[in-house]
């Protein structure tokens, strides 16, 4: 079985604010299907507290600070998270539970699985004197429905109004804070292969200026408020982003910049491309000459 572990990520650092990214099968060992963030959880409240039959995690603080106990049966270990540009995988079997939160915390967990209940363990009696591996077989493995877009537009052809905003699910408690989950092809129409985010931007600061020719992506106010001004050669379309449970989901061929930020604010952007740099347009008259126009 892995073992539970740290890892560090990248770290872009900018006088406009700085920028870390988690690649799949590079960063952390395995394919990203779940993506999900928790926040306005009350300070010293706990989290969790169940194990997996098969789906693994990775943890990271995005603002704030929280802790995260593994248990494999045998052991304890505590994990202090709170820096933007480390993470703790979580293999599965590995019962856990995370508390300390402080306040404005904001958690980002990416998850190697679709949600199947199933796939719990809820009860630590079971944890630990369960037969696991038979309860595999009782698991749903049906794939997940996929996301149904008739009108994914070709990148010359793509304007500002085939970028949209995604009400996403908020599941809330009063007691324990809320979560909001983004499911690849479920939620959103692409599979996520790249998370990144922004984070320490001074107030008023401005981010993006360039251009994708076939990267997709949803980005997301994970914390504070910002806009999006998205521009397809001919129209320029301002989305202000100030809602966890709110996306901009941007199709290729679009320019867009980012600005207005608030303080303390974190964009977070879940992408269908690992990075190329050959998949960036960021030269506004090439991205014209790119459009046709």
Not at 117 to 139: C, M, P, T
Request: glycine content about 6%; hydrophobic content about 30%.
């Amino acid at each position: 079985m892995d073992a539970p572990r740290i890892i560090d990520l990248p770290k872009i650092e900018d006088p406009r604010g700085n920028l870390s990214f988690i690649e799949q099968l590079k960063h952390i060992p395995f394919k990203i299907k779940r993506t999900y963030w928790i926040y306005d959880v009350p300070g010293g409240e706990t989290r969790g507290g169940h194990a997996y039959k098969k789906n693994q995690e990775f943890i990271v603080a995005l603002s704030g600070s929280f802790d995260v106990v593994l248990d494999d049966g045998n052991e304890k270990r505590v994990f202090s998270l709170n820096r933007s540009y480390y993470g703790l995988y979580v293999p599965k079997g590995v019962w856990r539970q995370m508390q300390n939160f402080s306040t404005n915390s904001l958690a980002l967990v990416l998850a190697s699985s679709w949600f199947d209940e199933n796939d719990y363990v809820r009860n630590y009696k079971e944890f630990l004197y369960g037969e696991l591996e038979e309860d595999k077989k009782k698991q749903n493995n049906d794939p997940k429905p996929e996301y149904h877009n008739s009108s994914t537009p070709q990148n010359l052809k793509s304007c500002v109004y085939d970028c949209t905003m995604i009400e996403l699910d908020k599941h809330h408690s009063d007691r324990k804070g809320n979560i909001t989950v983004v499911e690849n092809n479920l939620t959103i129409p692409f599979e996520t292969k790249r998370s990144y985010y922004l984070y320490d931007i001074p107030g008023g600061e401005e981010r993006g200026a360039h251009a994708h020719k076939e990267l997709r992506q949803l980005i997301i106010a994970a914390s504070g408020s910002f806009d999006v001004v998205l521009n397809d050669g001919i129209v320029k379309r301002t989305f202000t982003l100030n809602r966890p449970n709110q996306g901009l989901l941007v199709v290729p061929g679009i320019w867009r910049e980012l600005n207005n930020f608030s303080s303390g604010s974190v964009c977070l952007v879940l992408a269908s491309k690992l990075y190329e740099n050959e998949d960036y347009i960021r030269d506004y008259n090439e991205f014209l000459d790119f459009k046709n126009i």
